[in-house]
C-alpha cells in the first residue's frame, strides 16, 4: 500500500523554524515529484513547494520564497520542508502529496491546482503564535 505520512508540526514562536517531514512507505520516492500544500482555517488549500522527480527542479510559491526550502534524501525515502521565519499567516495543517515522474512544469501546476492531486494523507498541524 503507497501511502505518506507527514509529522514535524508543532506550536512555534513567529520568526522560529520547524521542519517537516514527508516519508513514503510502500514506493521508493526518487521516482516520484513531492508537492508540499497547507490548509489555513476557513482556506483553500495551496501548494506551497514542490520537487520534480526529472530534474529536481523546485518550485516555491511567493508567499514561502526564500524562508522555506524543500530538499529530499532518497536514502531516508523522506522529503523535508525546513520553514524559517514562521509568520503567523503560516499557521495551518500541511500536507504533501507525491506524483510519479512528474517534471517541473507538473510540479507548478499541481502546485496551482491542488484539487488535481489524487489522494491526501492526514497532515501534520503547524501553529505560529506567540
Known amino acids: 500500500q503507497l501511502q505518506l505520512v507527514e509529522s514535524g508540526g508543532g506550536l512555534v514562536q513567529p520568526g522560529g523554524s520547524l521542519r517537516l517531514s514527508c516519508a513514503a512507505s510502500?514506493?521508493?520516492?526518487?521516482?516520484?515529484?513531492i508537492g508540499w500544500f497547507r490548509q489555513a482555517p476557513g482556506k483553500e488549500r495551496e501548494g506551497i513547494s514542490c520537487?520534480?522527480?526529472?530534474?529536481?527542479?523546485?518550485y516555491y510559491a511567493n508567499s514561502v520564497k526564500s524562508r522555506f526550502t524543500i530538499s529530499r534524501d532518497n536514502a531516508k525515502n523522506t522529503v523535508y520542508l525546513q520553514m524559517n521565519s514562521l509568520k503567523p499567516e503560516d499557521t495551518g495543517v500541511y500536507y504533501c502529496?507525491?506524483?510519479?515522474?512528474?517534471?517541473?512544469?507538473?510540479?507548478?501546476?499541481?502546485?496551482?491546482?491542488?484539487?488535481?492531486?489524487?489522494?491526501w494523507g492526514q497532515g501534520t498541524q503547524v501553529t505560529v503564535s506567540s
Open positions: 502529496a507525491a506524483e510519479k515522474r512528474a517534471d517541473f512544469v507538473r510540479c507548478v501546476v499541481l502546485s496551482t491546482s491542488p484539487r488535481l492531486v489524487g489522494s
Open positions: 520537487i520534480s522527480s526529472t530534474d529536481g527542479r523546485i
Open positions: 510502500g514506493f521508493t520516492l526518487d521516482d516520484y515529484a
